[in-house]
């Protein structure tokens, strides 16, 4: 088991309003990707993952802490055999997916672990609330995020953060999300990785 560097409490981690997701690795020109507090990885080939790992070992962005979606990338198995992969992985700090079971699994490993959820109706948010109180991951990540702002009420007293994903196109957007509770957003737009750049409160 590798020796991993976060805490299991991964609100400190949040400190920033958006999660950069990247579904294409990572440029040659950084961007406003160093000013943010924690890194999602989706999509990609399963051959590119180290080459991607090594990168974000460098500065500017040894420091930040990296989350590969289990679930997204093509060739690596989201079942308990890609978990122990991406575990020997030394600059992979945790996981995000949609399967529950592999939580506990990926805690033992060393990582920890984002749930993604989908709110679709009322049933998948009563759904939500069983999943999390089950399998007990370190964050639960909420698509479409537009959806979380309505039943963000639902959510309030869980021991863990709350992320919003999917959908999420403007900066007013990213306001009303964090005014609702969640502790970050993340999406592939680029340009709302900017706002890291400014206090949380003016995002």
Do not use: C
């Not at 560097?5 to 920033?16: E, F, G, V, Y």
């Not at 055999?81 to 991406?86: H, T």
């Not at 990213?174 to 592939?188: E, Q, Y």
Request: aromatic share 4%; proline share 8%; glycine share 8%.
């Amino acid at each position: 088991m590798k020796s991993r560097r976060l805490p299991k409490d991964l609100h400190a981690h949040l400190s920033k309003p958006v999660i950069p997701y990247l579904t294409a690795g990572v440029g040659p020109d950084p961007g406003d990707l160093p000013a943010a507090s924690m890194l999602f990885i989706g999509g990609g080939e399963l051959a590119e993952l180290p080459a991607l790992m090594k990168t974000l070992a460098r500065a500017p962005y040894v420091s930040i802490p990296v989350f590969l979606h289990l679930d997204l990338v093509n060739g690596l198995a989201n079942d308990e055999s890609g978990l122990r992969y991406a575990a020997t992985l030394d600059r992979l700090d945790g996981i995000i997916t949609v399967r529950q079971h592999l939580i506990q699994p990926a805690r033992k490993l060393g990582l920890l672990s984002v749930l993604r959820l989908f709110l679709q109706d009322g049933r998948a948010v009563d759904r939500g609330l069983q999943v999390i109180e089950r399998s007990g991951p370190d964050a639960i990540e909420m698509l479409p995020g537009v959806a979380f702002a309505e039943v963000a009420d639902r959510f309030t007293g869980l021991p863990m953060p709350a992320i919003a994903g999917g959908l999420i196109r403007s900066p007013d957007l990213v306001r009303r999300i964090l005014a609702a509770g969640a502790k970050a957003v993340s999406t592939t737009n680029a340009d709302l990785w900017a706002l890291n750049r400014n206090p949380r409160q003016n995002a």
